[in-house]
């Protein structure tokens, strides 16, 4: 019986695995990407603007964990972000704080922001990952980016997962979650 019981698991998680791939695979038709970039680190620490970009910041103005910039006509339309205008002391205090705390255990770092064909679409500031997805039709950019002001178990980043619990409580029993994203 034990047997069974562990053939039958093994086979709920490789059909959990598989669902997760496929998932993780249809999603990605817009899915844009980062490419680390020193000379995008400098600009932002020299608070050098590119000509025609919207800015934003993620979290609050006192505690960004991010700052990009997107060329017309994309824009990010996501409550986390605030658009700030790049000719202000507040842009340049969001950077500031950007470099100045990085995420616990990572650095900051420059990126060029690119869409599903790899085209530059924007520049990253930050110390975070993300995943990053472009709907061309519309202009809106999502980025999917972690929460250290929520999240303290120190887990960042995005992506697909499976894991496999067991209980020790009153009912005991085994568990399987899967986590998405892009």
């Known amino acids: 019986m034990n047997g069974f019981k562990t053939t039958r698991f ?3 998680i490789g059909v959990l695995a598989l669902t997760a791939m496929i998932v993780a695979g249809c ?7 980062l490419r680390n970039s020193r000379e995008v680190g400098r600009a932002f620490e ?8 919207r800015y934003w910041y993620y979290n609050q103005e006192n505690s960004p964990y991010a700052v990009v910039g997107l060329s017309q006509p994309y824009r990010i339309e996501d409550i986390n972000w605030k658009e700030v205008d790049p000719n202000t002391k507040t842009f340049e205090k969001v950077v500031g704080l950007v470099e ?8 900051t770092y420059g990126a060029y922001i690119l869409d599903p064909q790899v085209q530059q679409i924007g520049v990253w500031y930050s ?5 990053i997805k472009v709907n061309p039709e519309t202009g809106i950019v999502s980025i999917n980016a972690a929460m250290p002001w929520i999240d303290d178990n120190g887990w960042y980043g995005s ?13 005991g029993g085994a568990g399987v979650g899967i986590r998405l994203g892009f």
Do not use: D, E, K
Not at 100 to 107: E, L, M
Not at 127 to 131: I, R
Not at 159 to 171: E, F, L, M, Q, S
């Open 27 to 33: 999603s990605g038709a817009n899915r844009g990407g």
């Open 10 to 12: 093994c086979g709920i």
């Open 46 to 53: 020299t608070f050098h603007v590119y000509p025609n970009y």
């Open 159 to 171: 992506g697909v997962g499976v894991g496999i619990g067991g209980g020790t409580g009153g009912g």
């Open 127 to 131: 110390s975070l990952g993300a995943g």
């Open 100 to 107: 100045s705390f990085p995420v616990r255990g990572s650095f």
